[in-house]
């Protein structure tokens, strides 16, 4: 179980053949990435720059991991998120989540997902061509996450 806060980019294959290496015990792979969209709200995104606290940020998605671990059967899970200036069609999040079988791979790493939306310490920020705005967090990505308080 890893998680990353970085500017760098990511490699998906590469992480999922690391999260995968020497294992044999592995059924299935889920995985999630998320990218930049070049609209937003309606309005045209030029840039987005992610901001985050440093060591709470990987806390709070060590957590929200450790959260996933407890409640479905998971092997391995690798997490990275980037900060920094991105432009659409960059990659922001990776999670990447291993298991026996599918259905605790796809649940768990859907788990993960909604509650990073929603409990990870980040700051969003667009750049429109009507100027800089920051992004709040949206009610659906509230009721996504609530929905795994009532089982899910």
């Not at 990353?4 to 999260?19: K, N, P, Y």
């Not at 920094?84 to 298991?99: K, N």
Request: charged share 25%; glycine share 8%.
């Amino acid at each position: 179980m890893s998680v990353s806060v970085q500017q760098a980019d990511f490699d998906i294959g590469a992480e999922i053949d690391a999260l995968l290496a020497g294992r044999t015990d592995v059924g299935a792979v889920a995985t999630f990435t998320g990218l930049v969209r070049d609209i937003n709200d309606g309005s045209g995104v030029h840039a987005m720059t992610l901001e985050h606290y440093p060591g709470m940020t990987e806390a709070a998605l060590e957590d929200i991991v450790a959260q996933a671990k407890a409640r479905w059967d998971i092997l391995a899970v690798r997490v990275i998120h980037r900060v920094g200036t991105l432009q659409p069609a960059d990659r922001i999040v990776l999670v990447v989540v291993a298991g026996s079988h599918r259905g605790e791979a796809f649940a768990a790493c859907e788990f993960i997902m909604d509650y990073l939306k929603t409990r990870a310490p980040f700051w969003k920020r667009e750049d429109t061509p009507e100027g800089s705005r920051w992004v709040d967090a949206r009610d659906s990505d509230d009721s996504a996450a609530e929905r795994w308080k009532q089982g899910g």
